[in-house]
């Protein structure tokens, strides 16, 4: 598999892997499918002829049709990345009837080589087997000629005890086929006992203390099985490694929006051994699915991560202990599995559903799903799964493409990525809430992805608890966001917190950031910004207290109250501050942004960076407050009120500005 993404056009090219002359083995269990018929039909993408696809970028009379925004098809081979074996397999997604009626050609059959298990080989006991049974499986699939000597047999012996049909047996043995056996028994043992302690250790004190961490679980397409992801990796590293530690170029990663539950159906199947039920469209099966990633696997790229399969679901009563514990770990750090995965594959309109534009406002598109905005990407590799006859293809004209494939593509396109210098928190938490989720909880949850993605280390991320009150989880990541990120809410936000005693006053609480009209315009970057002190469990600012008077912006309009109302330029409010003490009696020219009322009266302020100009050029920001009553902290006490903006020049803020008056100060 191959693809292109061009960030600056937004095009996403598409490669499809075809070919593999399709030398059917002879296998009883196959559907009577006439060989040449499906190796013409394989090489025209399907079962029923279809209009040869464009192989060139450059758009062609006979062939004037793309897919949404540049979306490319070409067909070529790739017969490089497999192994070269004289005997290929067809896979195929049903019965002959059933793979004629598929809509989506890559799920109707996939042709590569004998590595690749049929559904019935997979299924196969391994007791059954014996061990000679097995030895001879495993030579003929990894084109091997192993004698049964006693450490190979140990090394069987050992994967009976892992496995129950060939298929796990298998995907247990593969990756460590080629070592000696008595040297794969020893990494198997080292494998297993690291990735164990590593996500045992992964917790401390309700905080997870890596960002970086490997999936659990992995669907080994070949095998057509779901296995721990210490069977694929043979190198014995803890699970808990830096970035390019983790990376794994072995795994690609589906992202892929649920359907309402009226659409879905809970599947038992032995992919997962029967361990969870796997929810999935109606409309589709497994092994659809399953035919159509397989054309996007090759040596190497073997595995790949989808939710229902490799994220424990909801199942057995007796199993529900085991999911919440699993999910404490595994839901927080699933933003990292996307990041470090070799590449990724949407299904917008479902899994394993073609891809349709559907309703851009209805809340189970995968635009509109507050899980999906941690799978992002602009990975060059991505490719758009669900593509059949009916997905939206237009010309090459962009003023012939219809609107509603230009409205999605913008969409997609506008979609912010979670890294990178410009990323403002503010604008994810206004992207979150615009979105549409199972719960609250989840909503919060979701937003771990970005301190995943962050540039600079962060030590902890709070974990998932099923039964939290979202207020709570809140407050918990805000304890562990950079300093420059939680300045944000402090310099942007004009209510002061109601954190319903759970919380402090100089953050929005989760409910608050509710109301349209609360929602700052821009985001704000401090070079000081508000920094957690983890042995007071507070937090705190390092800033100079101006003491100052101000008038005027106590009144808003009637329909500046209305909550639904977002702040409008007619909104603004107009205003003075008289600095008192140093300098005293100066009015400054002030202005509020927001809906807000600031009654007459005595207030500190505490400024931005004036380093750090604001877009207004001659405006400073500034926060209004209270410093409370003498306490037996060592600093003062900043209860915030709200937030203005005063006028001035370069000279003049330096009038207010004191490097050696600025002072750390607690914030209630």
Same mark, same amino acid.
């Given at each position: 598999m191959d *693809?292109? +993404?061009n960030d600056e056009s937004g095009s996403l090219v598409r490669s499809l892997t075809v070919g593999h002359t399709p030398t059917q083995q002879n296998h009883e269990e196959e559907p009577p499918i006439d060989e040449a018929v499906a190796l013409k039909e394989h090489e025209s993408g399907g079962l029923e002829e279809e209009p040869p696809l464009n192989t060139n970028h450059e758009p062609e009379e006979d062939n004037p049709k793309f897919s949404w925004l540049h979306l490319e098809q070409k067909a070529f081979i790739r017969q490089s990345k497999w192994p070269r074996m004289a005997d290929h397999v067809m896979i195929y997604s049903g019965s002959e009837e059933e793979c004629r009626a598929l809509d989506v050609p890559l799920q109707k059959f996939f042709t590569g080589p004998r590595q690749v298990l049929t559904r019935e080989v997979a299924d196969l006991p391994c007791l059954e087997l014996g061990l000679v049974g097995l030895l001879d499986r495993m030579n003929f699939h990894?084109?091997? %000629?192993?004698?049964l000597k006693p450490e190979r047999a140990a090394l069987l012996q050992t994967c009976l005890t892992y496995a129950h049909d060939f298929g796990f047996g298998y995907s247990f043995l593969r990756s460590r086929w080629h070592m000696d056996p008595y040297s794969a028994m020893e990494n198997i043992r080292v494998c297993q006992e690291k990735d =164990?302690?590593?996500r045992d250790a992964a917790i401390i004190d309700g905080f997870i203390v890596k960002k970086y961490i490997r999936p659990r679980r992995l669907w080994d397409l070949w095998s057509n099985r779901v296995v721990p992801t210490?069977?694929?990796c043979t190198i014995p590293e803890s699970p808990m490694q830096t970035y390019k530690m983790v990376y794994c170029d072995s795994f690609f990663a589906v992202s892929h929006a649920w359907l309402d539950e009226s659409e879905r159906q809970a599947v038992m199947t032995p992919i997962n051994n029967k361990e969870w039920p796997v929810p999935i469209p109606k409309s589709t099966t497994l092994e659809r699915? !399953?035919? =159509? /990633?397989l054309h996007h696997t090759h040596v190497g790229l073997e595995y790949t991560w989808v939710d229902v399969l490799c994220l424990r679901q909801k199942g057995r009563d007796s199993q529900e202990p085991v999911r919440k514990q699993e999910w404490r770990l595994d839901i927080p750090t699933i933003g990292a599995i996307y990041r470090s995965a070799h590449s990724m594959v949407f299904y917008y309109s479902g899994l394993g559903r073609p891809f349709q534009i559907g309703n851009l406002e209805s809340e189970r598109h995968w635009v509109n799903r507050a899980w999906t905005l941690q799978e992002i990407s602009r990975n060059e590799r991505s490719v758009v799964a669900g593509m059949s006859r009916s997905s939206p293809r237009v010309e090459y004209d962009e003023a012939n493409i219809p609107d509603n494939v230009r409205a999605f593509g913008k969409k997609v396109d506008d979609l912010p990525m979670p890294y990178g *210098?410009?990323?403002? +928190?503010?604008?994810f938490i206004s992207e979150m809430h !615009? !979105?549409? *989720?199972? %719960? =609250? /909880?989840?909503?919060? *949850?979701? /937003?771990?992805? +970005?301190i995943i993605t962050g540039k600079k280390n962060v030590s902890r991320l709070p974990i998932y608890n099923a039964d939290d009150d979202p207020e709570d989880l809140w407050w918990r990541l805000v304890s562990v966001l950079q300093p420059n990120e939680r300045a944000e809410f402090f310099f942007t936000y004009p209510e002061p917190g109601t954190g319903r005693g759970k919380g402090p006053r100089w953050c929005p609480s989760w409910s608050q950031q509710k109301k349209p009209r609360n929602l700052p315009r821009d985001g704000y970057f401090s070079l000081k910004g508000v920094e957690f002190d983890t042995v007071r469990d507070g937090y705190w600012i390092n800033r100079q207290p101006v003491s100052c008077e101000i008038k005027g912006l106590a009144e808003i309009s009637e329909a500046s109250k209305e909550e639904t109302r977002r702040w409008r330029p007619e909104d603004a409010r107009s205003g003075e501050v008289i600095t008192l003490g140093t300098p005293d009696g100066i009015a400054w020219p002030a202005f509020a942004d927001h809906n807000y009322p600031i009654p007459d009266g005595r207030y500190t302020l505490l400024m931005c960076d004036w380093e750090k100009p604001s877009a207004l050029e001659r405006w400073m920001r500034c926060v209004v407050g209270q410093i409370a009553e003498p306490t037996l902290e060592p600093f003062k006490v900043f209860e915030k009120v709200s937030i203005i903006w005063i006028e001035g020049t370069e000279n003049r803020f330096l009038e207010l500005w004191d490097e050696e008056r600025q002072e750390p100060i607690a914030l209630a």
């Open positions: *693809a292109d +993404f990894c084109d091997t %000629s192993y004698v =164990e302690t590593g210490w069977w694929a699915i !399953r035919t =159509e /990633l *210098a410009n990323r403002k +928190f503010m604008f !615009r !979105r549409f *989720a199972t %719960s =609250e /909880l989840d909503k919060v *949850a979701g /937003l771990n992805y +970005f």
